[in-house]
């Protein structure tokens, strides 16, 4: 505060001495005049007074405050104290315990650490695995799918082609069957041959102009005269 009032009181200093120096160059012909110089004569010599005086309170704070400072560095600047040997060795002790822990906690993070790695790995390859699996199962159910379905059409195939056979078989069957019945029928009629003609199986022959029958022309025997025809050992029809 003392250097802040004295910087002012050098500022009003200096303006009075400027105004004293222009003023001392003009002629003062008036009383007023006269007046303010001498105002400004009384306003610098007060400025000086307390310029003089708060600079020396200024000057005496700064030696104060260094006396202080330097007293205070004093006090702080103390020569440390010896710590024993058996202090430094436990502290040297605790400190090594220290390094020790850590290293330990060290490893059990590292070890940990390997732990979830291979908890991690192990899960990866049992997805795998199990992917694995089930592309392998879902590719035996698509060929047992497809042998199933070949199967099928294969079964399908054998039963069309056992219809076709079975139809095939009966188709044939009705034909030997009206063969058959052609044959028991006969494929000829005694009374178109125009002669006397007997039938090797009854024995019995039948004369042109009677009612005649069918019979199987294999089984057909033909005479000139009724005659021969009962020599042969055949008999006449009755009609």
Known sequence: MASFISMVAFGFMIYYAIRLFKGHKVRVTSRANKKL?????????????IMLIFGSMSSRNETTSKQSSSADTTKVVKKPKYVGKDKYDIAKKENVALLAKQKKLRAKEDKLQEQQDKIA??????????????????????AQAKAAQKQEQEAAAQQKQQEEEQQQSQQSQQSQQSASQTQTRGDMNTSDTGTIVGNSKTGVYHMPGQAGYRMNSANAVYFHSEQEAIAAGYRRAKR
């Open 37 to 49: 110089k001498k105002r400004y004569q009384v306003g610098l010599v007060i400025s000086m007074f």
């Open 121 to 142: 790995s192990d899960e990866a390859e049992a997805k795998r695995k199990e992917q694995e699996q089930q592309a392998t199962a879902q590719k035996e159910q698509e």
